[in-house]
């Protein structure tokens, strides 16, 4: 396994606004750059906002991205152009079909796009057949870390027992709406208990958004926090995931 840093992005979104998050992707890889960072990674549906569709299909088809958008071709060519790896959350279109999904782009090219298999993602009963969930987990290696991909409530769904893949690093991207006091006063301590038995490591990321979600990282290791990013505060996290595996 190589040494890498990873970055995980406690940043806002603005729902529906895929010009604007676009850009913050953008400037938050140029800061992880900065940093030092070989991946920077974002929260669950951050390049539209999770509370981007309105469960019309006919608008919400339009909001959802194919793989070869325009916004997504411009992520990989910045990732090209700054040398920085990217993980993020977007709602995916192909065919007709809508995904929660979360695509990670290594050197520029699409290394993985995993589609979450929990329902929570929608208002499952407002949709029909458009909308949609993935089927199978995704494992990968990133730099030889064997890597996986859980999607929020994918680790309390009935369907988390397809996650026990034996990787060394789980990616959590999340969207939660949880007060700063209800997370500090316990919630957080239940997010670590219950990625325990997937990996050694679990990074999990959470965007920030006015009135809902207050943000925050955290990496959890054998059901503790290891390192955190409060809720309300916009940054970066920095991880150092061998250090912390030695450690």
Not at 235 to 245: D, E, F, K, N, S
Request: overall charge negative; hydrophobic content about 40%; charged content about 20%.
């Amino acid at each position: 396994m190589q040494d890498i840093t990873v970055a995980l992005a406690s940043k806002p979104f603005v729902n529906g606004d895929i010009g604007a998050n676009l850009t913050a992707v953008l400037a938050a890889m140029a800061e992880g750059t900065a940093l030092g960072a070989d991946l920077v990674c974002f929260g669950e549906a951050f390049l539209q906002g999770f509370d981007s569709l309105c469960w019309n299909y006919a608008a919400d088809r339009d909001m959802a991205q194919t793989r070869d958008s325009e916004p997504i071709c411009r992520i990989r060519e910045a990732s090209l152009q700054l040398g920085v790896d990217v993980l993020f959350g977007f709602l995916e279109r192909e065919g007709e079909a809508l995904y929660s999904s979360c695509m990670l782009v290594e050197k520029g090219e699409i290394a993985c796009c995993y589609r979450r298999m929990s329902r929570g993602w929608k208002e499952y009963r407002r949709t029909d057949g458009h909308y949609r969930e993935g089927e199978a987990t995704a494992l990968f290696d990133y730099r030889g870390w064997k890597c996986s991909i859980a999607l929020c409530g994918d680790l309390w769904d009935t369907t988390q027992d397809s996650f026990r893949l034996g990787e060394n690093l789980l990616f959590w991207p999340v969207y939660c709406g949880y007060s700063p006091e209800e997370w500090l006063g316990g919630t957080l301590a239940e997010y670590a208990a219950q990625c325990r038995d997937f990996a050694p490591l679990t990074l999990m990321i959470n965007s920030l958004c006015d009135g809902d979600s207050h943000g925050g990282c955290a990496a959890f290791q054998a059901g503790r926090v290891a390192a955190l990013l409060p809720p309300g505060r916009e940054g970066l996290l920095t991880v150092h995931p061998l250090a912390l595996m030695k450690g």
